[in-house]
């Protein structure tokens, strides 16, 4: 049954992905009459329709608590742990405004999948590379600044088995820079679903609980490493874990 499972959710993944190419350029060339505020929305509507149908094609369910504290207006830095590939489809279920993520930039080399990343507005982070990792974090910082809100993962990659990582500190700057709210967010189960290393997708179930938002007077008061420590230890209290002591200071390893 996983094995049926998984493909389904492949096949799908890869024909929605192929059909949205030319479909977010024909809203791009609709820019100047329907304005980019309505195209954004299009476009995330459409890719939202795809993560809730890959969800359901698991077979498992998403539970939210803290539903109340997703920002109905504004910009935000949504910070959520990482622990699969699907917490991304999870996240666009829970979060029905216009979102983009910081991923890894292997994500770019993936057939068609670098126009969605245009499209959506999305940034691309080299893992291991200074330099490179804080040019991301700059390019976040400007969306946030242009009204587009963003999802990042400071663990900088997957849990093994779910349990919290070490925090990149300076990754926070985005918000800090971009002078927004922060949103945290704890996923659990994510791992089950899909762990890391594996191909296949297994029929379990995902709790998602949001945070209280960090307001952006907060966020700007405080130094990355306060910053980070705060948000890691509201997101591993969610999830039932304990606290790690220190959090890393580079952007992402």
Same mark, same amino acid.
């Given at each position: 049954?996983?094995?049926?499972?998984?493909?389904?959710?492949?096949?799908?993944?890869?024909?929605?992905?192929?059909?949205?190419?030319?479909?977010?350029?024909?809203?791009?060339?609709?820019?100047?009459?329907?304005?980019?505020?309505?195209?954004?929305?299009?476009?995330?509507?459409?890719?939202?329709?795809?993560?809730?149908?890959?969800?359901?094609?698991?077979?498992?369910?998403?539970?939210?608590?803290?539903?109340?504290?997703?920002?109905?207006?504004?910009?935000?830095?949504?910070?959520?742990?990482?622990?699969?590939?699907?917490?991304?489809?999870?996240?666009?279920?829970?979060?029905?405004?216009?979102?983009?993520?910081?991923?890894?930039?292997?994500?770019?080399?993936?057939?068609?999948?670098?126009?969605?990343?245009?499209?959506?507005?999305?940034?691309?982070? /080299?893992?291991?590379?200074?330099?490179? !990792?804080?040019?991301?974090?700059? $390019?976040? %910082?400007?969306? =946030?600044? @242009?009204?587009?809100?963003?999802?990042?993962?400071?663990?900088?990659?997957?849990?093994?088995?779910?349990?919290?990582?070490?925090?990149?500190?300076?990754?926070?700057?985005?918000?800090?820079?971009?002078?927004?709210?922060?949103?945290?967010?704890?996923?659990?189960?994510?791992?089950?679903?899909?762990?890391?290393?594996?191909?296949?997708?297994?029929?379990?179930?995902?709790?998602?609980?949001?945070?209280?938002?960090?307001?952006?007077?907060?966020?700007? /008061?405080?130094?990355?490493?306060?910053? !980070?420590?705060?948000?890691?230890? $509201?997101? %591993?209290?969610? =999830?039932? @874990?304990?606290?790690?002591?220190?959090?890393?200071?580079?952007?992402?390893?």
């Amino acid at each position: 049954m996983k094995l049926i499972r998984t493909l389904a959710v492949y096949v799908y993944l890869g024909l929605v992905v192929i059909c949205g190419v030319p479909y977010f350029n024909y809203l791009q060339k609709k820019k100047a009459q329907l304005g980019e505020q309505l195209v954004t929305e299009k476009i995330y509507a459409y890719a939202r329709s795809m993560a809730k149908r890959i969800v359901a094609l698991t077979g498992g369910k998403i539970t939210v608590h803290g539903a109340e504290n997703l920002p109905e207006e504004g910009v935000a830095l949504y910070v959520a742990n990482h622990q699969s590939y699907i917490d991304i489809p999870v996240l666009m279920s829970v979060i029905a405004r216009p979102i983009g993520f910081v991923a890894k930039e292997e994500i770019g080399k993936i057939p068609f999948f670098k126009k969605w990343i245009v499209h959506m507005k999305c940034v691309l982070i /080299a893992r291991g590379d200074a330099r490179k !990792a804080l040019t991301a974090i700059l $390019q976040t %910082a400007k969306l =946030l600044q @242009q009204g587009h809100s963003m999802v990042l993962y400071p663990e900088g990659t997957r849990s093994v088995d779910g349990t919290l990582g070490e925090f990149k500190a300076g990754s926070l700057k985005a918000a800090q820079k971009g002078k927004v709210m922060i949103v945290p967010v704890a996923i659990d189960g994510a791992h089950d679903i899909m762990p890391r290393g594996s191909f296949f997708m297994y029929k379990k179930n995902v709790t998602v609980t949001v945070l209280p938002p960090i307001l952006a007077e907060q966020v700007q /008061a405080m130094d990355s490493k306060e910053l !980070a420590a705060m948000v890691k230890s $509201q997101i %591993a209290q969610a =999830l039932g @874990q304990s606290v790690p002591e220190k959090n890393g200071d580079e952007l992402h390893g």
